[in-house]
């Protein structure tokens, strides 16, 4: 949900919070790990952090993902 509300622009730590419905904490922890993993980029202004997508080929991955048949996405991850 964090790649899909981030497709449009860049956005706040507590206004990614509002739209999960999650704890300031939760959320920002969570934004810190993709950020780590090269997944988000961030910058600060005064008291804000604002996060967008590091590369939007990734939300491109995800929407052809998401768009598979699902014996297909079984095909290319089958279980363990």
Same mark, same amino acid.
């Given at each position: 949900? $964090?790649?899909?509300?981030?497709?449009?622009?860049?956005?706040?730590? =507590?206004? $990614?919070?509002?739209?999960?419905?999650? =704890?300031?904490? =939760?959320? =920002? @922890? &969570?934004? &810190?790990?993709?950020?780590?993993?090269?997944?988000?980029?961030?910058?600060?202004?005064? @008291?804000? $952090?604002?996060?967008?997508?590091?590369?939007?080929?990734?939300?491109?991955?995800?929407?052809?993902?998401?768009?598979?048949?699902?014996?297909?996405?079984?095909?290319?991850?089958?279980?363990?």
């Amino acid at each position: 949900l $964090i790649l899909w509300f981030l497709a449009e622009r860049e956005r706040t730590v =507590s206004e $990614i919070a509002g739209a999960l419905g999650a =704890s300031l904490p =939760s959320t =920002s @922890q &969570h934004l &810190h790990l993709m950020e780590l993993n090269d997944v988000l980029e961030s910058r600060r202004e005064k @008291q804000n $952090i604002y996060y967008r997508l590091a590369d939007n080929e990734l939300l491109r991955s995800c929407l052809v993902l998401a768009n598979l048949p699902k014996d297909k996405l079984a095909e290319l991850m089958p279980e363990p």
